[in-house]
C-alpha cells in the first residue's frame, strides 16, 4: 500500500505540502508533485480518494508504488537516539552523520538530507508541542491508541492453565473519554480488531489516529505478513483518516492515553483483581461495565462525565464508519504464468488472469476473503479466496484456450513439442491433457518441467521413465523426476515401488508340504 491516500487525506483537511511531507514520510519535492497532479486530475482528490490503492498509484505517477523510501524508515528508527547523543556535549550532527554511513554505507542520506530530516523531525521545543501534533482540543480530531503494560486473564476451562490478554487503550483527548478491550496479543491482526470495535463502539471516525511507538505490536511476522506501518496506513485510508505515530521522546503527544492507562489500571485492574473469568469475553464484558461507569463519572474538576462531554463536542465531529469493516490487505507482485495463472505462495493456490497479461508482472491485493489482481495500474481480476492448497480458481474466459486470438499455447502444440523428443513422451503428455477434466491451461507447469527434464536427462533412462509411467497410470512431474533420479534402478524387475509389498509372515506353498 502507498502513502499517496495518506497524502490526499492531509491535503483535503487543509495541512501543507511541507507538514503533510513530514507527516507521511515522502520528500517534499515528491509530495509537491503529486499534489499538483491531484489538483490537476479530472476527478480531484475527492475522486481520487475513492479508486483502488494501486489504481491510483499508476494515475498519479505511472509507474512504481511511491512506497516509503527506506532510509526515512532507518532515520525514523534512529531519530531517538540521534536527539539523546545530541544533548551530550562537542557531539554534532556531523559526527553522528559520519557513525550514520559507517553503519549504512550503501544506501544513506547526503549530510545536507540528513540535516533537513533532522531539523523537521525535532523542530518542536520541549515546551511547545509539534504544530504536527498539537494539542488541538476541538472535538474528533484524535483518537490516542496504546497497550497498557499490564495483563489480565482468564482461566482456560480445558487445561486450567490462566491464559494472560493485552489491554488496548483508546482516549479521545478533547473529551478524555476512554475504551478498553482484551485481545489474545499486540500481534498486527489483534490490533487492527481493536482498532475497529473500538470504532463501532464510538459510532465514527476520528481526522486522526494516533498509535504510540508500538515496537512490540510486531512480534515475528512471516514474510506474507504486511508490517505494522502498511497496515495502518490501509486502515486509515479504508476509514477516511490519517495515521500519524506518536512520538517516543515526546510525552506530550500522548499525555492523555497514559493518563487514561492509569485510570484504567484504578478502575478497571484494582476492581476486578479478585474475580475469575473463564473466557475472553467474560473478561471484556466486565471491563466494558467497568469503563461504561468511568466514563459516566463525574469528573473531579469539571462539571460533567467524560461520556457527556464525548457526546457533546467529539460524537458530531466524527466522519460516518464506512459500510464494510477494514480487513488487512497483504501486497505480492507475482509473474503471470503460462496457464494464465499467478501462483499465491501463502495458500499454494493459482488464480487465473486474463491470457493477454501471459509473462506479464501482476501486483496482487489480497484479503481473507477476495483476491484483486492488477495489470499495468488496472484491476483485471477479481476472484473469493480459496485455501485449497494446489487448487486452481478458474474464470474460463482467461483462458487462452478459450479464444481465438491466441494460439501461442496450447495441449495440441505441447503433444506435438513432446513428439519431437520422444513417442512415450507425447504419450504422457496425450494422458496428462485428455485423463482429466480440468482446463489444458492447468497443465502447462508439469509439461513444461517434463519437457525441461526431457532435455536434461539420458534419453535412454527418460524413455524407461516415461514407460513406466504410463504401464502404472502416474503422469506426475514428481513422479517421473523420481524414476530419472533414482535411474529407473530395478524398474523391470522389482515392482515393489508400484504395488502392496510382500510380507514375512506370507508363506510359500512349501511351508504345507
Known sequence: MSQIKQLLLLKKAGVSNRKAAAIVGINKETVNNYVKKALADELGIEGLLKLDD???????????????????????ALLPYLQEEMKRKHVTLKLLWEEYIREHPDDHYSLTQFRFHYNQNTEAKKESPSTILADMRSGGEKLFLDFTGDTMGYIDMETGEMVQCQAFVATLPASDYGYLLFVPSQRTEDFVYAITQCLKHLGGVPKMLVPDNLKAAVIKTD??????????????????????????????????????VRLVYMRVFAELRNETFYSIDELNAAAAEKMRKHNQKRMQKNPY??????????????????????????????????????YLGRDQHYYTVPYQHISKTAHVAYTRSLVKIYVDGELVATHVRDYSKGRYTIVEEHLASKSSEYRGLS?????ERAQKASKELADVMTHIFYDSSMP????????????????????????????????????????????????CAGVKQDTSLFSPPEHDNIRGREQFR
Open 54 to 76: 494501486p489504481v491510483l498509484e499508476h494515475r498519479l505517477k505511472g509507474g512504481n508504488a511511491a512506497y516509503p523510501d527506506r532510509r526515512f524508515e532507518v532515520f525514523k
Open 223 to 260: 514474510r506474507y505478513e504486511p508490517s505494522l506501518n502498511r497496515v495502518l496506513e490501509d486502515m486509515g485510508n479504508h476509514y477516511g483518516t490519517v495515521v500519524v505515530p506518536a512520538r517516543p521522546v515526546h510525552p506530550k503527544d500522548k499525555s492523555n492515553v497514559e493518563g487514561n
Open 305 to 342: 462525565t467524560r461520556e457527556e462531554r464525548f457526546l457533546a463536542i467529539d460524537r458530531p465531529n466524527l466522519k460516518p464508519l464506512p459500510a464494510a469493516d477494514f480487513e488487512i490487505v497483504s501486497y505480492t507482485d507475482l509473474k503471470v504464468s503460462s496457464n494464465c495463472c499467478v
Open 411 to 415: 495441449a495440441g502444440k505441447y503433444i
Open 440 to 487: 489444458a491451461e492447468t497443465h502447462y507447469r508439469t509439461c513444461d518441467g517434463l519437457l525441461n527434464l526431457q532435455r536434461s536427462s539420458d534419453p535412454v533412462i527418460f524413455r524407461t521413465a516415461c514407460e513406466t509411467a504410463l504401464r502404472y497410470g502416474r503422469y506426475s512431474y514428481k513422479f517421473i523426476r523420481f524414476l530419472v533420479e533414482s535411474k
